[in-house]
């Protein structure tokens, strides 16, 4: 579970992105509230989550089938949820007056429920980040030229050593750096990090030495993540002149319809936002642990117009995509201004979970196979047993696999009724009952020899 909250959900707006580039963010998250800079940096004067229950987001969390959460600590905004050192633009100077952070770590930490921190480098709210006299709409990107910079990275390594040391066991540290990663010196964190906390895991938005890649709201479909043996392209300044350019673009009739257009397949999925080296079947040592960041709707904020909710169905198969890939699915909730989870949300969480009580097994350490992009859907493998996930469920009662590497032993349906089936070399044909067992994702188990048919 990934929770993106803050100050801003209380009027309703995406997190940072309306103060920074308000037309690319209403385009790409489907929020279209406007907000003032000015308004959106007094928002937590009226931030007042009286019905924040940490047990019950754990709880909520565990009933979906979820084995960690990452929370956000401070977006982009620089709006703390946590009582961070040297400011007071945090949730502890709020009507609220209580850390939020402090709150999760321990409700995780009574469940058993692994907690990893999100925390954004770039801070619109701190002067050494930017000169926070100009609008955050000249400036967002950061001013590392200036003296004061040295001052700003001083103030992130007090927070990072708050968050590592005050709340118990850290499981992820997920940074979300943007662009030209290198200016934040990585190497400064990644030591303190691993110095103070060496379990903990970090992502790929803070420059090399990662531990895994973040594709955002896109699953690679074509082929398994691999490492690239290389620092991710956003670490240099080159990914910053990018980003320039598409902002200077963006001013010019025409050229911003095209680039609107982008963008809305970036938020919806179509589109990836960070290409992806992929292998067919990659062995175990060139395989790149990776992990996919997608919301249950548009936004990853609190949306009250919020329209475009994902329908179970496409959750459940999203989830069977990733961990058929070899990833982790990390969903996004975002959380109403009084601290609870909308309404729909807690719909689409607890369909996940109807789902994973009966197929867990096929999804819990399971491993990626050589068997991608079925016509009927993916597959997921556990020791000797073969677990294929049917989507379209065969109405001619045979499921057909061609290129099947494996000899198989027996095949069932997962409530455990054995099916016929036979295999002629490679091409294995089971046959299936007239009604698919699930209405979201069937799940059938073919027990195989270990080896792969030559």
């Excluded at 009226?46 to 960690?68: C, E, I, K, L, T």
Aim: hydrophobic fraction near 35%; charged fraction near 20%; proline fraction near 9%.
């Amino acid at each position: 579970m990934f929770i993106h909250w803050g100050a801003y959900s209380v009027n309703g707006v995406e997190a940072s992105w309306p103060m920074m580039t308000p037309g690319l963010s209403e385009v790409t998250f489907g929020v279209k509230v406007k907000i003032t800079e000015a308004e959106y940096t007094s928002l937590p004067a009226r931030f007042n989550p009286v019905d924040f229950d940490a047990d019950s987001w754990v709880r909520m969390a565990q009933a979906a089938g979820m084995r960690y959460m990452v929370f956000t600590t401070k977006h982009h905004d620089g709006f703390c949820m946590f009582d961070a050192p040297g400011t007071d633009y945090k949730i502890t100077n709020t009507p609220y007056g209580k850390d939020i952070c402090l709150q999760l770590a321990q409700a995780c930490a009574r469940a058993g429920m692994p907690l990893g921190f999100y925390y954004s480098p770039p801070d619109m709210h701190h002067p050494g980040y930017r000169d926070t006299r100009k609008p955050v709409a000249q400036n967002w990107l950061g001013e590392p030229q200036r003296k004061e910079w040295g001052g700003y990275l001083d103030y992130m390594e007090s927070h990072l050593r708050k968050l590592l040391t005050g709340y118990g066991k850290v499981s992820v540290l997920w940074f979300d750096g943007l662009v030209y990663h290198a200016k934040y010196d990585p190497p400064r964190f990644h030591k303190l990090i691993h110095d103070l906390s060496p379990e903990t895991l970090i992502n790929d938005r803070l420059g090399d030495d990662y531990d895994f890649i973040t594709p955002e709201q896109s699953i690679p479909r074509a082929g398994i993540p691999i490492r690239t043996g290389k620092p991710p392209a956003s670490n240099e300044k080159s990914s910053e002149d990018f980003f320039r350019l598409i902002l200077f673009l963006d001013k010019i009739p025409g050229i911003r319809q095209v680039m609107h257009r982008q963008m809305k397949k970036y938020g919806d999925g179509q589109a990836e936002l960070t290409q992806v080296l992929r292998h067919p079947y990659p062995p175990p040592e060139q395989f790149q642990p990776w992990e996919t960041c997608m919301t249950l709707g548009r936004s990853w904020a609190y949306n009250p117009q919020e329209t475009d909710w994902k329908a179970p169905r496409r959750l459940v198969r999203n989830l069977v995509e990733v961990v058929s890939r070899g990833g982790n699915y990390l969903l996004n909730v975002g959380p109403t201004a009084r601290g609870v989870f909308p309404p729909e949300a807690v719909e689409r969480l607890q369909a996940i979970g109807q789902w994973m009580n009966t197929y867990s097994e096929a999804i819990y350490g399971s491993a990626y196979t050589p068997l991608q992009n079925l016509p009927w859907g993916q597959a997921t493998r556990k020791g000797d047993r073969l677990y294929l996930h049917v989507f379209e469920w065969p109405a001619n009662g045979k499921l057909e696999l061609e290129s099947f590497p494996y000899r198989a032993r027996k095949a069932a349906l997962f409530a455990g009724e054995t099916l016929p089936f036979v295999q002629r070399e490679q091409h294995l044909e089971i046959s299936v009952p007239p009604q698919a067992p699930d209405a979201n994702v069937s799940v059938l188990v073919v027990e195989i020899d270990e080896e792969i048919v030559p």
